[in-house]
């Protein structure tokens, strides 16, 4: 699957879609691939303070919980229903659906994240490093 | 993102049939001790296939231990709770291996070959502890031997299984009963085939010589790929137990659960002759329990994890052995231990979820029970 041009990734393996101080933020086809299929997600409510590296999100599998992290700070502007109704579009569709779109205190710090490239290099050097 | 990590404790063991499932995209977990395929097309697809039509596991990480010798049977009457003089020629029985406190050093399965030679089918994660265990009582003339190397052990499951295999060995299937086997060639393979499985579905599991693993697995994959048959993970094994309210070996039952408490009176036969652990199960059974192993369904939104919390009335009373989503019915269940006056099911209690709690009801169980 296509990691869009004008996303911005994490380490934890989220995406953020920027767009002025209006972010879009989501978890990345390597981070639905991992969990399998998501039956589960539990969002933070609208006005809710996120902080950078701060879970905000829980995304739960049939098999795991894990926790989404915020990349930059900010206020959660808006919450997705339908990934509530449709969880499993995290999984057919993670580039497309949105957990939350949020304003952003500092649109500068989107800088600090990997752009595609630098993400599936991120991707490439974790997988060798656990192959075995 | 961050997924709750499981422990590695040591290099993971290898099934014969590790590369192949690799090769069909299997997603490697450590279980037991050993690294196993927990998914291949996705839990809930494998899940629904075994449900609804057939599917295919290697569950080779089992362990079996032979008991052979003229009293071979004094041997696994004394480590075990259920009665094994009763099973007949070709028989398997459901059982614990027992500590001297009445409780499971682990589940297993009892198979009687003849009158001096049983098997028993042990867990993964067990099974050498399970054989220093019964050699360490076994003051009888039997001979035990850890013969786990020796085998594969595939199970097919699901209500189109013997559809599946009956092209593929001169063995009749339909008229072999539920817990009971045979030996025959399937694929031309020496086996043995027994109508037993841990997923609440007709099937059978097989046990043969490794050598023939990716011969066995593959013609079962080919045979029943016609029928919808999926090649499944450990995921789906756990979802399917849990939904038909099976224990699992370190969830349900452990060296700190009496099989009066976890529901297993069923097969802990008090009026047989002396076994590990009987003085205590009796004292147990003659003052009663105070707690006992429970079914429960969420009530809130909300997925109940292995681990978490059972609260009532704001005190936490108990703790969740396994739970999670039940995909046949749509709900999210769950088992744990609850105190004794807590267990009538339409009890309400709460599940303490990360920073919130959730309520949820006690329920009879299975959770599933496939018609007959």
């Known amino acids: 699957?296509?990691?869009?041009?004008?996303?911005?990734?994490?380490?934890?393996?989220?995406?953020?879609?920027?767009?002025?101080s209006t972010a879009k933020i989501g978890i990345t086809d390597f981070a639905q691939q991992q969990l399998g299929d998501i039956v589960f997600a539990e969002l933070p409510a609208v006005g809710t303070v996120l902080r950078s590296g701060q879970a905000f999100a829980t995304v739960e599998s049939v098999k795991a919980v894990s926790e989404v992290f915020a990349p930059l700070e900010g206020t959660v502007a808006e919450v997705n229903a339908e990934v509530a109704q449709h969880p499993e579009r995290l999984?057919?569709?993670?580039?497309?659906?949105?957990?939350?779109?949020?304003?952003?205190?500092h649109p500068s710090a989107v800088n600090q994240l990997m752009d595609a490239a630098a993400y599936q290099q991120f991707l490439a050097a974790s997988s060798d490093s656990s192959a075995h | 993102m961050s997924e709750i990590p499981s422990a590695v404790v040591r290099p993971a063991r290898h099934t014969a049939l590790h590369d192949v499932h690799r090769r069909l995209g299997g997603k490697m977990v450590p279980f037991g001790g050993w690294d196993m395929p927990v998914e291949y097309s996705g839990i809930l697809a494998e899940h629904r296939a075994v449900?609804?039509?057939?599917?295919?596991?290697?569950?080779?990480?089992?362990?079996?231990?032979s008991i052979q010798g003229r009293e071979a049977l004094d041997l696994v009457q004394f480590v075990t709770c259920n009665d094994a003089s009763r099973l007949h020629l070709d028989q398997c029985q459901y059982s614990g291996l027992m500590t001297p406190q009445g409780t499971f050093m682990d589940d297993l399965v009892v198979n009687k070959f003849t009158d001096r030679h049983y098997w028993l089918i042990v867990n993964a994660a067990n099974r050498e502890r399970d054989f220093e265990h019964i050699c360490q009582h076994d003051h009888f003339d039997a001979q035990v031997v850890n013969v786990s190397e020796g085998y594969t052990q595939l199970a097919v499951q699901g209500p189109a299984t013997v559809k599946i295999l009956q092209p593929l060995t001169?063995?009749?299937?339909?008229?072999?009963?539920?817990?009971?086997?045979?030996?025959?060639k399937l694929l031309g393979v020496e086996c043995i085939i027994s109508r037993t499985g841990y997923t609440g579905e007709d099937g059978f599991e097989l046990y043969f010589d490794p050598e023939h693993s990716e011969h066995v697995w593959n013609g079962i994959?080919?045979?029943?790929?016609?029928?919808?048959?999926?090649?499944?993970?450990?995921?789906a094994r756990n979802t399917l137990r849990m939904e038909a309210g099976m224990a699992l070996y370190g969830h349900e039952i452990d060296t700190t659960t009496t099989p009066?408490?976890?529901?297993?009176?069923?097969?802990?036969?008090?009026?047989?002759?002396?076994?590990?652990g009987k003085a205590v199960i009796e004292r147990q059974a003659e003052q009663g329990l105070t707690r006992k192993l429970i079914g429960f369904e969420m009530e809130e939104a909300g997925i109940a994890r292995d681990g978490y919390a059972v609260l009532h009335q704001g005190q936490r009373v108990g703790q969740v052995t396994s739970a999670g989503p039940a995909p046949t019915l749509g709900r999210n269940i769950g088992m744990a231990y609850l105190p004794v006056a807590l267990c009538p099911p339409g009890t309400l209690i709460d599940i303490q979820i990360r920073t919130r709690t959730a309520r949820a009801r006690v329920v009879p169980m299975p959770f599933y029970k496939r018609r007959a």
């Open chain 1, 1 to 20: 699957m296509d990691y869009p041009k004008q996303y911005r990734y994490t380490k934890e393996h989220e995406w953020v879609d920027l767009d002025g």
């Open chain 1, 91 to 105: 999984n057919s569709h993670p580039h497309d659906t949105w957990l939350i779109t949020a304003t952003v205190s």
């Open chain 2, 260 to 276: 009066l408490e976890a529901g297993l009176g069923w097969i802990t036969k008090l009026g047989k002759p002396d076994f590990l």
């Open chain 2, 170 to 184: 001169p063995v009749a299937l339909s008229p072999i009963r539920y817990y009971h086997f045979t030996i025959g």
């Open chain 2, 51 to 65: 449900r609804e039509r057939a599917g295919l596991f290697d569950v080779s990480h089992m362990g079996e231990i």
């Open chain 2, 221 to 235: 994959l080919d045979a029943g790929q016609a029928a919808g048959l999926l090649p499944c993970g450990l995921g």
